[in-house]
């Protein structure tokens, strides 16, 4: 699997890696598999590892990246919990909006463009770059 034109460990590396960064349990009270897909991709494109955000006061940071200390609040993968397709009626407007929900100064906004068709990403990126500005955003493709 290419992220950001990295190669990721091999599949049942990076498949045990995403499990681990699914553990939501000390938040929702489940583990919730495309955040940990999503982590495990900021990993490979990064270099850098992530551990899950404990701190249930401050429910906008997902996770903190054990070599800046960057608090960082994850979008994406745009699909269900379990990975499913999103229903049709969902789109870039809408995914857009949760991604400017969750913005916050100080912490770094991380969007996986996962499941997204080339021009999805371009939509999504439009709408985020014309209200964030260019730099709000890293996007992991």
């Given at each position: 699997m290419k992220v950001g034109g990295k190669t990721a460990p091999d599949s049942e590396e990076f498949f045990n890696r995403a499990l681990v960064l699914s553990d939501n349990?000390?938040?929702s009270g489940k583990h919730i598999?495309?955040?940990?897909?999503?982590g495990?991709?900021?990993e490979v494109?990064?270099?850098?590892?992530?551990?899950?955000n404990l701190d249930?006061?401050?429910k906008k940071v997902d996770f903190i990246d054990s070599v800046t200390g960057e608090r960082i609040q994850l979008k994406g993968p745009f699909t269900k919990d379990n990975m499913?397709?999103?229903p049709s009626f969902q789109g870039p407007e809408q995914w857009a909006k949760?991604?400017?929900d969750g913005y916050r100064p100080g912490v770094k906004m991380v969007v996986d463009l996962f499941s997204l068709s080339l021009e999805q990403r371009r939509e999504v990126k439009a709408l985020l770059e014309k209200d964030l500005g260019e730099d709000a955003i890293k996007y992991l493709e």
């Open positions: 349990t000390h938040e598999l495309r955040e940990g897909i999503g495990a991709r900021y494109d990064t270099g850098h590892k992530i551990r899950r249930t006061t401050d499913e397709p999103l949760s991604v400017k």
